[in-house]
């Protein structure tokens, strides 16, 4: 089992920064991508972006541009930097873990969610 702590949550002014971490409870070696997802009130969870093992990212159109994952292996942890942060932001985000193992195939881990609040 893999288990995701976030961190970082909380108010920021809108045009802010934040970063937010994922911990993870083994080596992020041995996951095969890290991603962030956000969930708004009354809307469906939607992903941010992801970052592969090899460090390659990818992100949502809704957030390229502004938004930076990064992977530090050394510390098991996935980061989230936002930037230029408006209140379409707010929302809960959730870290993402998928492993893969041969027998298993891909399994996918979720964190309890961080709140991030954009105040004007």
């Known amino acids: 089992q893999v288990q995701l702590v976030e961190s970082g949550g909380g108010l920021v002014q809108a045009g802010g920064s934040l970063r937010l971490s994922c911990a993870a409870s083994?080596?992020?070696?041995?996951?095969?991508?890290m991603g962030w997802y956000r969930q708004a009130p009354g809307k469906q969870r939607e992903l941010v972006g992801f970052?592969?093992?090899?460090?390659?990212?990818n992100y949502a159109d809704s957030v390229n541009g502004r938004f930076t994952i990064s992977r530090d292996n050394a510390k098991d942890t996935a980061y989230l930097q936002m930037r230029s942060l408006n209140p379409e932001a707010q929302a809960v985000y959730y870290c993402?873990?998928?492993?893969?193992?041969?027998?298993?195939?891909?399994?996918?881990?979720w964190g309890q969610g961080t709140q991030v609040t954009v105040s004007s």
């Open positions: 993402n873990a998928r492993t893969y193992d041969r027998g298993r195939g891909y399994t996918n881990y």
């Open positions: 970052i592969s093992k090899g460090g390659i990212t």
């Open positions: 083994v080596s992020t070696f041995n996951i095969n991508r």
